[in-house]
């Protein structure tokens, strides 16, 4: 269940994220840090160094906050 609900919220801030195309850098952390918890609960995984976190976010295939920000807004049809 918690595995459901934490591909949920990231599914969720997937789709929202290009409303937050330019916030402030401590609320892009702060959603980072969320992303990363969510895969930690994923991959059942009790890390908590962001080498690692990057290294889980990319065996889950997730874009890091700001890549995934940046992604949606350059594939915006202009």
């Given amino acids: 269940m918690a595995k459901m ?3 949920a919220l990231v ?3 997937t789709t929202l994220n290009s409303l937050l195309y330019g916030t402030s850098q401590k609320n892009l952390s702060k959603l980072q840090r969320a992303q990363n918890l969510l ?3 994923v ?3 009790t890390c908590s160094f962001q080498s690692c976190s ?3 976010l990319q065996r889950l295939r997730w874009l890091p906050s700001e890549h ?3 992604f949606k807004i350059a594939n915006i049809p202009s």
């Fill in 68 to 70: 995934c920000i940046n």
């Fill in 11 to 13: 599914r969720a801030l």
């Fill in 5 to 7: 609900v934490a591909c």
């Fill in 39 to 41: 895969a930690r609960v």
């Fill in 54 to 56: 990057h290294n889980l």
């Fill in 43 to 45: 991959t059942v995984v």
